[in-house]
Every structure is written in structure tokens, then in C-alpha cells.
């Protein structure tokens, strides 16, 4: 029998038939005219997929991790204050990204794991804080599936005259963002998560005040690699279909990006969130019906692209290698303070009701395996409801 898993974790995801396909094509000059047209419409499609038609995308070789740091480096000045908006292992991140180019950071952390910092919380703190440069917010935190309200973080931010930067590595493309209309001045994320193509792409958008920032500097950028003056005219000229060279584009990577954000759009970002919004909650239902807890303490800062259930009494994380025996691929946490407890579950990118029935199938399965008593099909009938019912 092959040998078929499914991938459910929070990124690398599944990826589709026509996007595994542009990987494999031959490989042409980055300069040639085919590429160049590629590349362009690439960006032009990030723009419609950020929901910010007036941004300025950059497309670079790297991870994630590499997208926080370009944001970082061409933002942040030494002596820059900086407010982190903290909901766990990301947010961490960020803070010591921006730490690393010299921002004084203030923290406002989350009052217990699975949590997240109130609005009046951190709007408190943009007051006591007396001018910010700038604000961080983690979407979706991958380590706790905690989601925050990024419209209401981006609005006080603004308010306050901090420029909006938000980590969407977990959340662009599945989980409801309109980085325009919701004043966010630089969004990114990476290639592997929800926008559905092999590791390797820092996706970063920046709105014209980032832009602004980035221009009115009065130190050079520190990193030779993220430094926008190499990169916005490379991406400027290829936004007007010519060929230009900072850095070699991973080209069938970018052949890939833009076959998926192509399936992105065709779907349609509307019926992209509904789907992200369907889907996690039937996984939910199942995962409630199955007696799991799960990470988040509200339902309403569950994200949308991730799940992330407690194990249940008796059951630790060898249930993941019965799991993936039953076909179906799961993470196990990531949040140092209760990494043991549980495990997650990505659904994000072009995944359907199958996969999740799939996947609630595995976790049953392996479930009873670990000697776990629940009523069998509990979880599949939960989910099932949910998608009957619409
Ligand atoms: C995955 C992730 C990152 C890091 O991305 P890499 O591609 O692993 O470097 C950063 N932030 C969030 C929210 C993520 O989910």
C-alpha cells in the first residue's frame, strides 16, 4: 500500500497537485521574460491576498524568522521604543528580533498561557508607554492557537502614532485579515503556512507608512540581506515587468507562489476565511466532543488555522506516533510551559471537510489505541454535524 500521510501540522501544510507541479518545472533565468511576468503578477496577487491594494510587497529567500527580521531591521533604530504585544513562543520572538537592531522593548504579556493581553491592557500600556515607534501583535501564536483581535490592536496602535506590525506567519490567507482597512502597516508571513507553498519564501507587505518610516531613517539598515534599499527597487522593477538582480529569487518557488495564490484568489478571500472558519470549527466541535480541552481559554480567541487540544487524562504524546499510524501527521506543543500537556493540529492552506474528517478519524483511532474511553465516533459525528448543518 503507499505509504499516504496527511500533514496537519502548522506548517509545512499540504500542498496542491499544481503547486508541487511549478516546483519541478525546468528552471529558467531569473531574468528571463516568462519569469519576469511570473514574478510581477506574484506580487501584484499578494496584494489582494493581504487585502492591501495600496502596499509595497517584498518576496525573499528565507524563512518566517527572516520576514520578522526584515521588518525588524528596516523599522526599528537603535534607541527606538518598541511595544510587544505578547501571546507566547512568537511574540518572544519578535521581542528579541527587534531587541537585536536596537529598539527598547516593552512587553505586555498575556496574564496566563493560552490567554491574550486585554484591549484595555495595551492600550494602557500605549499611554503609560508615552510614544511607541512602533507596536507588535502575533496573529495567531503557533504555540498556543491563540488568536487576538488584531482590528481593535492595529486601531489603538494607531491611535497612539505606533506603526502596526503584524506577525501573520500563522494567519495570512485562512484566518481574517484586511491588513488596509484595518490600518496595519506592515504584515508578513512565509510561504509554507496558509499561503501554500514550500518552505523558503519571507512574504512581507509594507503600507506606505512603513514605507515612510523606512525612508525618513537616519542610520543605515544593519543587516546587509534585509535592507530595503537593495530589495524595493528590485521589487519595484519587477512590479513593472523588468528583470533586475540584488539576490538570485528562488524561481520555482516563485512559479510556485504565484499557482497558489492564483488558487487563492480564484476561491476567493471571502470563501477562503469562510472555509478556514467552517472547517476549524468542526474540528473543534470533535475535539470538545472527544472531552479534550484545548489550549485557548476563551472559544473566541480559538484562531481559525490552528487547533491546539490538551491530552486527555491517562494520554501523553506517544498518542501522536499511533496518530500518524492511522495516516494523519500531528505536531506536539511548543510552548515551554506546558510543551508536554498537548498537541496541535494546522488546518490551514487548501485543506477541505475531508481532511478533517480524515483527521478526526486518526486522532480516534489513536486515542483508543492509547487506552483512552470515549464513545467511539463521537468526535466524527461532531464534526460531521457541523458541516450537515452549513
Ligand atoms: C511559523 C511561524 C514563524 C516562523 O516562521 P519560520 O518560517 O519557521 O521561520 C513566526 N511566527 C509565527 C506566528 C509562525 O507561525
Redesign the pocket.
Known sequence: MKDRKLLMI??PVEFTPQVLRAMGMATTSHVAPNFVEVFGQALERLRQVFLCPSGQPFVVAG???LA?DIAAANLVEPGDRALVVNTGY?SD?FAAVLERYGAAVTQVRAPAVGDAPSLSEVEAALRAGGGYKLMTV?H???STAVKVDVRGLAALGREHGALVVV?G??SVAGEEMRQEEWGIDLALT?S??AVGVP?GLALVMAGPRAIEAFRGRSTPVASYYSDWASWLPIMEAYLARRPSYFGTPPVNLLWALNVSLGQILEEGMEACFDRHRRLSTALKAAIRALGMEQVPVRPELGATTLTAPYYPEGVDRAVLGQIKQAGVILAGGLHPVIKGRYFRIGHMGAVTESDVLATVGAIEKGLAQAGYQFPAGAGLIAAQATFTAG
Open positions: 502548522p506548517g524563512s518566517g524568522t520578522m512568537f520572538r502575533t495567531v501564536d503557533t506577525d506567519v500563522c512565509a509554507q503556512k518552505p
